[in-house]
Antibody, heavy 119, light 109 residues
């Protein structure tokens, strides 16, 4: 059973960089796709991007210019950096994983962490 | 970019009745479609993948259908715990990427 836990600051100032880490247990980080998804309050789900084996990435075109994702296999973690944040980036951020062998759909999710962008 | 459109936005159904939710893709996506259920304050829960395969532990009253551009999620006899928001997701196997629908709020009538 894969378990994921998001961590990082809950408050980020406008124009700064949002940084989150997802710690994975119960799975080898090299065997899955690892993804970040966010959800503003009372709104739907938005895919941010994903990182996979060898550190390759694929980002949502609408956020691509501001997103960086990476893997740290030694710590079984993957991370998200979102630069130049505004109030519109305030959301619950979820990390999730997709089993490559079965399909690219996320099947395990973290509980989510609220990030507020405010001064 | 593939756009996923769900309908209706809100669906009001009585317990014990059948609910059918729809999801349309802006271009063909074969069967690369998943359905999720989300309750307030919780992460989404995978229900269906491959358009019609139930995920582990999902009761048989949940069924998915369709292929190409038109998909449905049917809940055959609504239980109280089924009232939630449902999202469809197109997943691209290579290169991997996702597009979510905007969600359908299934509420008690």
């Amino acid at each position: 059973q894969v378990q994921l836990q998001e961590s990082g600051p809950g408050l980020v100032k406008p124009s700064e960089t949002l940084s989150l880490t997802c710690t994975v247990s119960g799975a080898s980080i090299s065997s899955y796709y690892w993804t970040w998804i966010r959800q503003p309050a009372e709104k739907g789900l938005e895919w941010i991007g994903l990182v996979y084996t060898s550190g390759r990435t694929n980002y949502n075109p609408s956020l691509k210019s501001r997103v960086t994702m990476s893997l740290d296999t030694s710590k079984n973690q993957f991370s998200l950096k979102l630069s130049s944040v505004t109030a519109a980036d305030t959301a619950v951020y979820f990390c999730a994983t997709a089993p490559i062998a079965v399909g690219a759909f996320p099947d395990s999710w973290g509980q989510g962490t609220l990030v507020t962008v405010a001064s | 970019e593939i756009v996923m459109t769900q309908s209706p936005v809100t669906l009001s159904v009585s317990p014990g009745e059948r609910a059918t939710l729809s999801c349309r893709a802006s271009q063909t996506i074969d069967s690369n479609l998943a359905w999720y259920q989300q309750k307030p304050g919780q992460a989404p829960r995978l229900l269906i993948y491959g358009a019609s395969t139930r995920a582990t532990g999902i009761p048989p009253r949940f069924s998915g259908g369709g292929s190409g551009t038109e998909f449905t999620l049917t809940i055959s006899s609504l239980q109280s715990e089924d009232f939630a928001i449902y999202y469809c997701l197109h997943y691209n196997n290579w290169p991997p990427g996702y597009s979510f629908g905007q969600g359908t709020n299934l509420e008690i009538k």
